[in-house]
C-alpha cells in the first residue's frame, strides 16, 4: 500500500483550491497552445524529460523526438484541438506530483481521453507524461480487437 496515495486529494474540472486551479490552467493552456499553433508556448509546459505517448502503439516519444515530429504541424498554422470536458486531479501529500485523467473532445479523433503526470518544478507545474487514448467502448472491442490484429499481423 502507498500510504502518501491515500492521503491525496482528488478533484473534478470545477475545482477551486489553488493547486488543482494551477494544475488545471497548465493543462488547459498546453491544449490552447496547441490549437492556437504556438509551439514554443506549447512545449514550455512539458518537462525537458517529458514523455507524450500517442493513439498508435509505436507513439511513444520523449520531449525531443515528440518537438520534431510535431515542428511541421505547428508551422502549417494549425496543429490539433483538445478540450477537456471532464478532469480528475489528485495531488500527492507533499503537493509536488498530481495525475490527472480527462475526457476530451477532439474535432479529428472523437471523444477522447487523456491522462498524465505533472511535476512542481523551480514553482511551476510542468507534464512529466501526457497519455492520450481513444476509449473503446467494451461492444466493440472483440470487432477493434480483429482490426488491429489484421493490420499488425498479431
Known sequence: MRPALLLCATLTLAAQTPTHMAIATVLDDWHLAAAQADEVRYFSHLAEDAVFLGTDA????????????????????????FKATRRAITVSQEGRTAWFDEDLAT????????????????????????????????????????????STGR
Open 107 to 150: 474535432p479529428n479523433l472523437g471523444p477522447s481521453r487523456g491522462s498524465g503526470v505533472l511535476s512542481k518544478q523551480g514553482g511551476r507545474w510542468r507534464i512529466e507524461q501526457y497519455n492520450l487514448s481513444v476509449p473503446i467502448p467494451n461492444a466493440l472491442m472483440k470487432a477493434v480487437k480483429a482490426q488491429i490484429e489484421a
Open 58 to 81: 509505436t507513439e511513444r516519444w520523449p520531449k525531443p523526438a515528440f518537438q520534431a515530429w510535431a515542428h511541421p504541424i505547428f508551422q502549417r498554422g494549425k496543429a490539433w484541438s
